[in-house]
């Protein structure tokens, strides 16, 4: 277990130092000057010389590269070259959003996907299961955008129920109205990431009901159902959580559509606005910090599936 830690750790590394690079270089890819930007159309050329050399963009792109990476993984994320102020504080103001939302979001997919995956799998000949089964496979395939737009004008515009635009001034000082904004947007992720899941969970369980130790314990007198809870079922949970370390990516993709969608101030949006002001250091510090959360979730997702699953840990000590 010790190798493959070490090991992983290596990968993850790797994995971090190459996103920082095509992340970096991407963005020095995008047309117009920012000095340009920052000192209008009618600075003189001197004033756009000045603002570059007080940017850091006079310097060769390497040099650039090595100071923001160094700075990162130091905990210094760098200032914004639009307002001044640390990248690190306003991430984290945004966070306060976006990562509640992801979660409800999340919750809202395993409330869904669980019970109706095993269910319709149990049940599989059931005309509400085959109609479940139906349900859900046009659900997976609903883009995010339009599910938000119909979440919006049935809760919203015609039933009342939720607002469709904003998030209290006061943020979590009136946790009710906190949470109220945020449940359209994270039904709306959590709907289309649910219909995902709830279709991997039923194959899953499909097939535990079909594999050989959940048959035998039913041939021993075991009844089917206690045979897919007490033999089929652990196996199901292991595989989702394996598919959960890929989900992460689909929720915060979906919280960036969703937070310009219902007007959200979160990192979704942020990240928008920064790029269309050319805030290059800030949308790369951005970036990196939501890439590394997918690879460091993703890597605790290995690990956790590792120690968990007896039968990786026998490969593991086969491996020594």
């Known amino acids: 277990m010790s190798r493959f830690l070490v090991v992983r750790a290596l990968t993850l590394t790797a994995g971090l130092l190459l996103a920082s690079i095509i992340i970096f270089a991407s963005l020095r890819l995008l047309p117009g000057d920012v000095a340009q930007m920052i000192g209008g159309t009618t600075a003189s050329p001197d004033r756009i010389a000045a603002l570059r050399e007080q940017l850091g963009l006079d310097r060769p792109v390497i040099a650039q590269y090595l100071d923001w990476i160094g700075g990162v993984f130091t905990g210094d994320l760098g200032r914004s070259i639009v307002s001044g102020s640390p990248i690190a504080a306003e991430l984290a103001q945004k966070a306060q959003v976006t990562v509640p939302l992801t979660l409800y979001s999340l919750l809202i997919a395993l409330a869904l996907a669980l019970p109706l995956g095993v269910l319709t799998a149990y049940r599989r000949d059931a005309l509400a299961s085959r109609a479940l089964a139906v349900i859900g496979a046009g659900a997976a395939a609903v883009p995010i955008v339009w599910a938000g737009l119909l979440g919006a004008i049935v809760l919203s515009s015609w039933l009342g129920w939720l607002p469709a635009q904003g998030f209290p001034r006061t943020g979590w000082a009136d946790p009710l109205a906190a949470i109220r904004s945020l449940t359209l947007p994270a039904l709306t992720i959590g709907l289309v990431v649910g219909a995902i899941l709830f279709r991997f969970v039923r194959s899953a369980t499909l097939n535990a009901l079909g594999a050989e130790h959940v048959r035998t314990a039913m041939a021993q007198g075991r009844t089917r159902l206690g045979a897919l809870v007490g033999h089929g079922l652990p196996g199901v949970g292991l595989s989702i959580v394996s598919l959960l370390g890929l989900q992460v990516a689909e929720l915060l993709v979906g919280a960036v559509i969703v937070e310009q969608l219902f ?42 599936h590792r120690l968990i699953d007896p039968r990786l840990r026998v490969e593991t000590e086969d491996e020594r």
């Open 263 to 304: 007007n959200l101030p979160g990192l979704g949006r942020m990240l928008v606005s920064d790029v269309g002001n050319r805030d290059l250091i800030k949308v790369q510090s951005t970036l990196f910090v939501l890439t590394a959360v997918i690879l460091i979730l993703g890597a605790l997702i290995d690990v956790l």
